[in-house]
């Protein structure tokens, strides 16, 4: 063989094991976790627990399609959202998908704002 098709035969046996070893349906689901944010909040909300995150992430799908569904008010949302927050960034999913769902609550009274009052110069 001369060396022109010594070289192909490689490049050729190259990408069959490249092909080979590429993990089949390279998606979103087997990218680094870095640069899937809703992963990433739930692996540091679980600490990487996989029963954790499996959880997390079906009351996540329960807890959107609720939420589409029956579009709830939106002090009930931002409600949630401030019961589920754990830290800034981080959501608790189980817990928001509990809060949705829950009949009970009701809007918080509206904040009185006391007036101030001037004292009178002496």
């Known amino acids: 063989m001369t060396p022109l098709t010594d070289s192909r035969a490689m490049k050729g046996k190259l990408a ?40 997390q992430k079906n009351a996540m799908k329960r807890a959107t399609k609720f939420v589409a569904k029956t579009r709830p008010p939106i002090w009930r949302v931002q409600l949630c959202n401030r019961n589920a927050a754990r830290g800034r960034l981080r959501v608790d999913w189980i817990g928001y998908d509990n809060c949705i769902r829950n009949a009970a609550l009701r809007p918080a009274p509206p904040r009185r704002v006391q007036k101030r009052r001037v004292r009178p110069i002496a």
């Open 16 to 55: 069959i094991a490249i092909l080979l070893l590429a993990p089949a349906g390279a998606d979103a689901r087997t990218r680094a976790p870095i640069y899937d944010p809703v992963l990433l909040n739930i692996g540091l909300v679980c600490r990487w627990d996989n029963r954790c995150i499996e959880r």
